[in-house]
């Protein structure tokens, strides 16, 4: 399944991400490299290991399952040679303790929509759906509307989260049409500071928050996560709050900061 992209993450009876009881894809892949993203395994499009020292308890399965010589024995924190990995998973599978994970799996259409249906009939009772999350799902919209559009037979509600980025006329021609809702985030007006912290100008972001108004076809809630010194300043916020003040949105949430990402990028061997 080469072809299609990968799943970090799967959250069934999730009750955060839209109304209802819902079930969260999680794509794998973004266009922007936030500094303080909580889920830095889900920045590249491939598969990854990640080793977390503190639940090994040096039992060396990984070690002695890995083909490829990436492993080497005890609590190293060079412990995975990344140049040698090829993300296979097998010490990840090898792992008793949980201290080994792999992020990133392919499915198929069938099979990604056969998981999510598995759950509806808890959408119907409570009113929830599924939401595609990420990363970036709208990253991949020929698979990503091939999903929905299946789904979209079924009558299940669907939201998409995303970071603003994507090809809008792409949107329009393959996913649009099958979603009810669409969590966008707002992170920095500032064009100078979006690409210092997140890597892009924000310039497609901000032109295609105003396309999704032009005209409206969808629940549209806008998001900003609270980044201590950086998206919460007055400046930042004041200016967010020009901006959406004239848009018929459903809603602005700030987004909780969450500091769990360091300990993440140590797993992925990105931070010593």
Same mark, same amino acid.
């Given at each position: 399944m080469d072809n299609y992209p990968l799943i970090f993450d799967i959250q069934r009876s999730s009750f955060v991400d839209g109304p209802g009881i819902r079930t969260v894809v999680f794509f794998k892949g973004c266009p922007l490299q936030c500094e303080w993203c909580h889920n830095p395994e889900s920045q590249s499009i491939k598969s990854e290991i990640l080793w977390y020292n503190s639940l090994c308890s040096c039992c060396d399965n990984c070690f002695k399952v890995c083909k490829h010589n990436a492993i080497q024995p005890g609590h190293g924190q060079n412990r995975i040679d990344r140049s040698k990995c090829n993300s296979c998973g097998d010490c990840?599978?090898?792992?008793?303790?949980n201290a080994m994970k792999l992020a990133g799996q392919a499915y198929s259409v069938e099979s990604l929509v056969e998981l999510v249906l598995k759950d509806k009939t808890y959408f119907r009772t409570s009113g929830g759906g599924v939401t595609f999350s990420g990363g970036e799902p709208l990253m991949f919209m020929e698979f990503l509307g091939s999903v929905c559009k299946k789904l979209k037979q079924e009558n299940i509600d669907i939201a998409v989260q +995303?970071?603003?980025? *994507?090809?809008?006329?792409?949107? =329009?021609? +393959? /996913? @649009?049409?099958?979603?009810n809702t669409?969590?966008?985030? !707002?992170?920095? /007006?500032?064009?100078? !500071?979006?690409?210092?912290?997140?890597?892009?100008?924000n310039n497609k972001i901000l032109e295609n928050l105003h396309k999704l108004f032009s005209p409206?076809?969808?629940?549209?809630?806008?998001? +900003?996560?609270? /980044?201590?010194?950086? +998206?919460?300043?007055?400046?930042? !916020?004041?200016?967010? @709050?020009?901006?959406?003040?004239?848009?018929?949105? =459903?809603?602005? =949430?700030?987004?909780?900061?969450?500091? @769990? *990402?360091?300990k993440k990028k140590v797993a992925l061997g990105r931070v010593i």
């Open positions: 990840a599978k090898a792992c008793i303790y +995303t970071c603003g980025y *994507f090809n809008f006329d792409q949107f =329009e021609k +393959t /996913v @649009s049409q099958y979603i669409i969590y966008f985030d !707002l992170k920095l /007006v500032d064009n100078a !500071l979006h690409k210092k912290f997140t890597g892009q100008y409206k076809k969808h629940k549209i809630i806008i998001r +900003t996560p609270i /980044v201590p010194g950086i +998206t919460d300043t007055i400046d930042n !916020l004041g200016n967010i @709050s020009k901006i959406i003040g004239k848009l018929n949105h =459903e809603g602005f =949430e700030k987004l909780i900061y969450n500091n @769990s *990402f360091h």
